[in-house]
């Protein structure tokens, strides 16, 4: 069974940076990709970011060059940096991994980290 761990949520001045982190049970390399989402009160699940498995990331255009995300294979560990944290990042975030499967997609989910950012 897939379990992936969030850490490194908290509360931060505007401004501030943040480091969340995601830990999964098996290697990575079991996925297409994984991701970070988030969801504020409210509102639907929106991705923030994605890593695939061959290294290319992308950004939802609301943290291009503030958030920074990577992956460290040996540790099975993904990871994302926030700096320039502003009040509308405030939100729970969301680990995901993705795996293709022969006749559908397979998608796993942590339990969620909140982050609250303050002005």
């Known amino acids: 069974q897939v379990q992936l761990v969030e850490s490194g949520g908290g509360l931060v001045q505007a401004g501030g940076s943040l480091r969340l982190s995601c830990a999964a049970s098996?290697?990575?390399?079991?996925?297409?990709?994984m991701g970070w989402y988030r969801q504020a009160p409210g509102k639907q699940r929106e991705l923030v970011a994605v890593?695939?498995?061959?290294?290319?990331?992308n950004y939802a255009d609301s943290v291009k060059g503030r958030f920074t995300i990577s992956a460290d294979n040996a540790k099975n560990t993904v990871y994302l940096q926030m700096n320039s944290l502003k009040p509308e990042d405030t939100s729970v975030y969301y680990c995901?991994?993705?795996?293709?499967?022969?006749?559908?997609?397979?998608?796993?989910w942590g339990q969620g980290t909140e982050v609250t950012v303050s002005s």
């Open positions: 995901n991994a993705h795996r293709t499967g022969p006749m559908r997609g397979y998608d796993y």
């Open positions: 098996i290697s990575i390399f079991s996925f297409d990709a």
């Open positions: 890593i695939t498995s061959g290294g290319s990331a």
